[in-house]
C-alpha cells in the first residue's frame, strides 16, 4: 500500500513564512509552523540611525542635497533589508529541506511576495526543488487558512467534493 502524499504550502514574506499541511480528512488547510525574522521586523530607523547621522552631521541645510543624501541613505538601507531578506530565505530553505529529508512532506506549493520568492528560489536546494508543484507571486501572508485553501487547493477541495458524492 502507498501512502498518500502529503502536500505542504509555504505562504512568505521577507519577515513571516507560514509552513501549512493539507489535511487528509477536511478541507481547509491546518498550520504546521510558523518562522520570523526579527530583524524584518525592526524599523528601517533602527538599523540606520547611525549612518544618517553620520551623513547628515556636516551637510548644509540644502533641499537638493538632503533629497540627495536620503536617497542614499535609502539606498543603504534597502541593501540592508535585502541581505535580511535574503538571510530569511536561506533559513526558510534550510527548514524545508530538513523537514523533506525527515520525510514530513511530497509535495510543496509556494505563495509569497514577488521579491522574496525570487530569494527562496535562489536557496532551495535540487530536492526541494524537485517537489514543487506550483508557485504564486502573490504576498498571501495575512490571508486566513480558509482563504488560502480556496485560493491555492481548488483543485483538491475539487476532487474531495465529487469523492463525497460518489
Keep these: 500500500m502507498t501512502r ?4 505542504w504550502v509555504v505562504v512568505a514574506d521577507e ?4 509552513i501549512l499541511e493539507w489535511p487528509r480528512r477536511g478541507s481547509e488547510l491546518v498550520p504546521v509552523e510558523e518562522l520570523t525574522d526579527p530583524a524584518a521586523h525592526a524599523k528601517g530607523t533602527d538599523v540606520l540611525t547611525d549612518a544618517v547621522g553620520r551623513r547628515a552631521a556636516g551637510a548644509p541645510a540644502n533641499v537638493v542635497r538632503d533629497s540627495v543624501q536620503a536617497g ?3 539606498s543603504a538601507g534597502e541593501g540592508v ?3 535580511e531578506a535574503g538571510l530569511f530565505a536561506r533559513t526558510v530553505a534550510q ?3 530538513e523537514r523533506l529529508r525527515q520525510q514530513r512532506f511530497d509535495g510543496l506549493r509556494i505563495a509569497a511576495a514577488p521579491r522574496f520568492l525570487g530569494l527562496l528560489r535562489k536557496h532551495l536546494s535540487p ?4 517537489v514543487v508543484q506550483e508557485e504564486t507571486d502573490k504576498d498571501l501572508i495575512h490571508a486566513s487558512n480558509e482563504e488560502l485553501s480556496e485560493r491555492l487547493m481548488s483543485e483538491e477541495r475539487a476532487e ?3 469523492a463525497k458524492a460518489r
Design 4 to 7: 498518500a502524499k502529503t502536500i
Design 15 to 18: 519577515a513571516i513564512a507560514r
Design 72 to 74: 542614499a541613505t535609502a
Design 81 to 83: 533589508q535585502h541581505r
Design 95 to 97: 527548514r524545508l529541506d
Design 127 to 130: 530536492q526541494v526543488n524537485a
Design 160 to 162: 474531495r467534493r465529487a
